[in-house]
């Protein structure tokens, strides 16, 4: 049998992030505060490359995506309020960080049953 265009790559990274997860399960609460920390201040500068209402949010609280690698960081983004989002025309990211892929298109009814 034939494995579908895809499946085993996407098998093969599926069992490393369980490896990863499995082996971060174990770490003190600090180093996985830390390892979080890291990967949202990687996140924050993709966001700020790729979507400008983040970026702006960022620059108006006088914050640059590496300082969101810290709790105090992080506590002094200003909460996102509804009207902020529904005003803002370009909040969304224009692509997906490289290590979020594969990605794809799902479709369901909405039911939960």
Do not use: N, W, Y
């Amino acid at each position: 049998m034939t494995a579908l265009p895809g499946t085993v790559a996407l098998a093969q990274d599926i069992a490393r992030r369980v490896k990863a997860l499995e082996a971060s399960e174990r770490l003190p609460p600090d180093e996985i505060a830390r390892i979080q920390f890291t990967a949202l201040a990687r996140l924050a500068a993709f966001a700020a490359a790729h979507s400008p209402h983040f970026a702006r949010r960022l620059g108006a609280a006088g914050l640059a995506p590496q300082d969101l690698a810290t709790p105090e960081g992080l506590a002094a983004l200003p909460l996102l309020q509804r009207r902020e989002l529904q005003g803002a025309g370009d909040l969304f990211c224009d692509g997906v960080p490289p290590a979020h892929h594969p990605v794809g298109r799902m479709q369901t009814s909405g039911s939960a049953g």
